[in-house]
């Protein structure tokens, strides 16, 4: 179970992880909090799909499910919307106050409950999400990061969150946040383009964080995916609305990628089952005879 916080995330964070366990045959659901419905358009080439409209939120909602559906098709896994109203990105300075009755804003155990009782239901072993700073500052990926850690913490207590006729308790056995870009990535990457007289995409990304000494978070599991990539890009492209097919994330060559830099990357947050890093498998210890 991967929880994320808006559609097209999936797309951007261990999309070829999710791809590959799916194509091996491990049960796989993407959990969306929100519709994304406060997301602007951010591919310049965009069209909206005929029969709708992206200039009201009811309008967005019904593009960015059309465009999930797509998504995890690419993917090929399966999707459930929690339902919470996406917060937006808060700008300015002074920031202004989050919308009224948006996701960040929802009280935790709120928040948490049906993810709680879709754990229950779907029983996973293995849980992803994001880091407790939500992989960077939105609203709604810091929040994703807590509804999921408490789900991931509670759904094996038959005394919390009870529902009449829910779902027993379970426990899943591991949780990890997945990472995007660490800094060694992107220098292997920015390093391997300019050696094939290509501009890099990372030059001035890498001397930024460096300069502010962004602390790197630590990454214990790689996950080999370099023959996944075509599905992710696949999915990426689906969110139309969303991803500019001549933008960052087709920057880099994926010859070059897969050269380089074949793995997706995550840290273990926590494992109930025995565990040695660093690891290869997100399902290592839970796998029978592994």
């Keep these: 179970m991967a929880v994320h916080a808006h559609p097209d995330d999936e797309s951007s964070k261990g999309a070829a992880t999710t791809a590959r366990y799916a194509a091996e045959g491990v ?3 993407i959990v969306t909090c929100t519709g994304g419905e406060r997301g602007d358009v951010l591919n310049p080439s965009f069209e909206v799909p005929a029969g709708h409209e992206f200039e009201t939120v009811e309008g967005r909602l019904a593009v960015r499910r059309l ?4 998504a995890a098709e690419a993917l090929g896994v399966r999707q459930h919307w929690l339902g919470f109203v996406d917060s937006g990105l808060p700008e300015g300075d002074p920031k202004p106050p989050l919308p009224e009755g948006c996701f960040a804003l929802v009280p935790l155990e709120e928040a948490s409950a049906p993810l ?3 754990v229950r239901e779907f029983r996973p072993h293995v849980m992803t999400t994001y880091d407790p700073t939500g992989g960077y500052p939105h609203p709604d990926h810091i929040k994703c990061h807590e509804v999921a850690f408490e789900a991931y913490h509670a759904a094996g207590d038959a005394s919390r969150y009870v529902v009449d006729g829910g779902a027993d308790a ?5 949780l990890y946040y997945n990472h ?8 292997a990457v920015h390093e391997a383009m300019e050696g094939a007289g290509l501009e890099s995409p990372f030059g001035d990304w ?7 000494e962004i602390p790197e978070r630590e990454v214990t599991t790689h996950i080999e995916v370099a023959p ?7 999915a990426l492209t689906a969110h139309a609305s969303q991803i500019d097919p001549d933008g960052f994330f087709f920057a880099v060559p994926r010859d070059i990628e897969a050269d380089v830099w074949s793995t997706e990357e995550f840290e273990l947050a926590d494992s109930r089952v025995p565990v040695s890093t660093p690891e290869d498998d997100l399902f290592a210890g839970v796998r029978t005879g592994s």
């Design 180 to 187: 995007g870009f660490s800094l060694d990535r992107l220098r």
């Design 206 to 212: 890498i001397e930024s964080r460096a300069a502010r």
């Design 67 to 70: 465009e999930m559906a797509a």
């Design 228 to 234: 996944y990539f075509a599905r992710r890009d696949a």
């Design 27 to 29: 049960e796989v659901l």
């Design 116 to 118: 709680v009782e879709l």
């Design 170 to 174: 379970w426990t899943p056995s591991k």
